[in-house]
């Protein structure tokens, strides 16, 4: 049986405004039980980097049922940060058979 890790999903969400009408976030740390990471594959490494000048390093395997915001947000597994590329990918949960349903691409971020 294929069983993920616990990956950090780093949440912003907007409190209210500074004096200069700039949004003030605040950030939240989710941890997302039984993620998938895989290396990305040579092909979606170098479309990314192509598209974007972003170097994709993992793919990562989201459970069914997730409904957090991916796009864009920072990510923590493996003792490192991670920032997200992209939109998620989603497929039909009833038409897959297994636990995870959207997949999602991260480089690395320092």
Not at 24 to 48: F, G, H, M, R
Request: aromatic share 8%; glycine share 6%.
């Amino acid at each position: 049986m294929l069983k993920g890790i616990t990956v950090i999903l780093v949440d912003e969400t907007e409190e209210s405004e500074d004096p200069f009408g700039q949004p003030v976030t605040v950030k939240e740390e989710i941890a997302v039980d039984n993620v998938l990471v895989a290396p990305a594959s040579t092909d979606d490494v170098t479309a990314e980097m192509s598209l974007t000048g972003k170097k994709i390093v993992y793919e990562l395997a989201i459970p069914k049922g997730d409904s957090h915001t991916w796009a864009n947000r920072q990510v923590k597994f493996f003792g490192q940060t991670w920032r997200t590329v992209g939109i998620p990918q989603e497929g039909i949960e009833s038409l897959i058979p297994l636990t995870w349903n959207k997949k999602v691409m991260v480089e690395r971020y320092e």
